[in-house]
């Protein structure tokens, strides 16, 4: 079993930062792949960003590549989304997943893929 607990949402003008945190509970949790899916109102859930359990293998939506950076630190449990650049089309509420992929240095990208789930931290992108 894995909590999850993301924080570090908030409000922000474009062009700017926030960075994403994401506490898992557990103490394996470089057994897990993790990801970070968001959800703007009127909106389906869409993946934004993957790193795997091990050797820090990721994967990005074209949306956020060059402007999100994911990371973790498998001693603290804890991983993040360092989101730069911001748009207002990035508003949305930022949830983290784990998961467990085939092997330690597989992305997860599909939400079916995922088995733990946050409950999301809103990120509002506005002047």
């Known amino acids: 079993q894995v909590q999850l607990v993301e924080s570090g949402g908030g409000l922000v003008q474009p062009g700017g930062s926030l960075r994403l945190s994401c506490a898992a509970s557990g103490r394996t949790f470089s057994s897990y792949a993790m990801g970070w899916f968001r959800q703007a109102p009127g909106k389906e859930r869409e993946f934004v960003a993957a790193?795997?359990?091990?050797?820090?293998?990721?994967y990005y939506a074209d949306s956020v590549k060059g402007r999100f950076t994911i990371s973790r630190d498998n001693a603290k449990n804890t991983g993040w989304l360092q989101m730069n650049i911001l748009k207002p089309e990035d508003t949305a509420v930022y949830v983290c997943a784990a998961g467990v992929a085939p092997h330690y240095g597989r992305t997860l990208i599909r939400d079916y893929e995922y088995k733990y789930w946050g409950q999301g931290t809103q990120v509002t992108v506005s002047s």
């Open positions: 790193i795997s359990g091990e050797y820090g293998n990721t």
